[in-house]
């Protein structure tokens, strides 16, 4: 990676992905955007104990929304369900138990969900890890990539059917700014030349595959709204274990957990966000560049597709239906 592309971002971060940025970019946010009744909606949020997706899960609760928890920890899940019942005053929140970075575990529990809840207006693709030690599965799948890229793809193309039925629906998936770095590797799509391994690097690349899938899934699902969005530098958890040297050097100007969720909120729920074309990236309530100025990380559509055909024929793999 560039010592320039590095520089410019970490100079955009300290502007606009602080609280300062936030409290700066939220002058021009309006306040009716929000004010939405979620009632006979169904949310289907993945990390939803913890951070931003708890933040999403509670908000969505408050506006009367039927809430499902996906959770990977059964006990981070029922404190934090415990919590989102008790400040929103909604019994409508249920826990699923699923380890993402486990395709079979994701086939299984979307083939469970379609034959018992039937319904999903809106999916938020939240959880995700940066594991900093190389970690690979009996079938060859990093950690990380497992994650935050298979698991997401798998969860979404496996919820398809629902969302397709359902007028209005969308898929919201929660990248991060650290995207704007690489280039996505359309054909080592694990990294697995990359010696030693580097868990930032691989997290960021993830991250820019999850724009792209999500610029992918627009032209393949016109019927469903999808978007990708970047939190801004918020403090959480994964924040600060995965990045404990950022974490201390940035802790007094990060947002809180709230400000970090609010733009996946506000894609979720409001009107507004429909009014964009499917496919975008936001980054405090409007679309912007997924790409830095000068910075040669734009793909061709023909190495976007030789990238989602191997997530496709990954996915096969797992799931016996998907063709
Ligand atoms: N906070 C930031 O500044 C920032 C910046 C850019 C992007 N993001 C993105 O924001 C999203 C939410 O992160 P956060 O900052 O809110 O951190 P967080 O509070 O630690 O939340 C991460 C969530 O992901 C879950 N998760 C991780 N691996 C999983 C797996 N294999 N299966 C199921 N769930 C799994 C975690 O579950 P456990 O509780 O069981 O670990 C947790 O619920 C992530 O996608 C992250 O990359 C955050």
Redesign the pocket.
Known sequence: MSYYRLMIWYLKGRKE?TRIGYEAASKHFCEDDLKVDCKGKVYVI?????????CVALDVAKRGGCVHM????PQ?AETAKNEIVEASGSKDVYIHI?????PRDVVKFANEFQETVNSCDVLV??????LHEKQVDGDGLE?NF???SL?THILTKKLMPLLKKTDKSRVVT?????MLLQKLSHEDIQLEKMVPFDGTTA?SQQ?RQQVTMTEMYAKEYPEVHFSVM??????????R?AMPSFYEKMKDT??T?EQ??DTALWLAISDKALQHPSGLFFQDRAPVSIHLPLAWTRSTDAEKEIFMNQMNELMKKFDDSHT
């Open positions: 992905y993945t990390g939803a104990n913890s951070g931003i997706g708890k996906v959770c990977r920890n981070y699923l380890d993402l970075s486990v693709n939240n959880a995700g890890c940066m950690k497992a994650t935050n698991g929660v990248t991060s700014g650290g997290y991250k970047h939190p801004g530098w918020a403090d959480t958890p994964a924040v274990s990060l947002r957990p970090g969720a």
